[in-house]
T-cell receptor, first 111, second 113 residues
């Protein structure tokens, strides 16, 4: 079965650079979630979209923004990167806001 | 969303049942109990969820107490591949804009040969 696809899987950026992470949800899923997981920490909710509209916001820094496009894929844009932004970033999708299925994540390293 | 409390870690012998408890004493009537697990830096994996009745699927069983203040996830025959962090999450029904899952600290299950 098709799963949530995230790209890239690994990304290395320097401080103050910009990064864009992409998420392709399971076909026909209408909700996308973004999570950040720092080393040794639990996943932290960042933001979610339902039917291409932002539906909920968690602890997402102002330097980050996200959107969901007409084809339902989503992008997380991160600017002025800091060393503390180094983390695993997970995207998840769900149908009709029920159980969420997660992708394999993007490992972002800021140097 | 209601807060959950889980033991930090548990051990289980391979082939035995793993019973993972979760306390959610402040759960509301419209809140579901979800279980996810995360195997070493992979994406969290959905296991099961329920409202008040016990649930079973191909992966696990979920037992929810009658007062709904606690639940137990049961892996009937644990294997080494079940070693993971297991998260119990309480979440309101997906109405309006409640589109988030909050992960607590979880239980690190160590399945040993």
């Amino acid at each position: 079965a098709a799963g949530v696809i995230q790209s890239p899987r690994h990304l290395i950026k320097e401080k103050r650079e910009t990064a864009t992470l992409k998420c392709y949800p399971i076909p026909r899923h209408d909700t996308v979630y973004w999570y950040q997981q720092g080393p040794g920490q639990d996943p932290q909710f960042l933001i979610s979209f339902y039917e291409k509209m932002q539906s909920d916001k968690g602890s997402i820094p102002d330097r980050f923004s996200a959107q969901q496009f007409s084809d339902y894929h989503s992008e997380l844009n991160m600017s002025s990167l800091e060393l503390g932004d180094s983390a695993l970033y997970f995207c998840a999708s769900s149908l009709d806001r029920t159980e969420a299925f997660f992708g394999q994540g993007t490992r972002l390293t800021v140097v | 969303d209601a807060k959950t409390t889980q033991p930090t870690s548990m051990d289980c012998a391979e082939g035995r049942a793993a019973n993972l408890p979760c306390n959610h004493s402040t759960i509301s009537g419209n809140e579901y109990v979800y279980w996810y697990r995360q195997i070493h830096s992979q994406g969290p994996q959905y296991i099961i969820h329920g409202l008040k009745n016990n649930e079973t699927n191909e992966m696990a069983s979920l037992i929810i107490t009658e007062d709904r203040k606690s639940s137990t996830l049961i892996l009937p025959h644990a294997t080494l591949r079940d070693t993971a962090v297991y998260y119990c999450i309480v979440r309101v029904a997906p109405i309006n804009n409640f589109n988030k899952f909050y992960f607590g600290s979880g239980t690190k299950l160590n399945v040993k040969p």
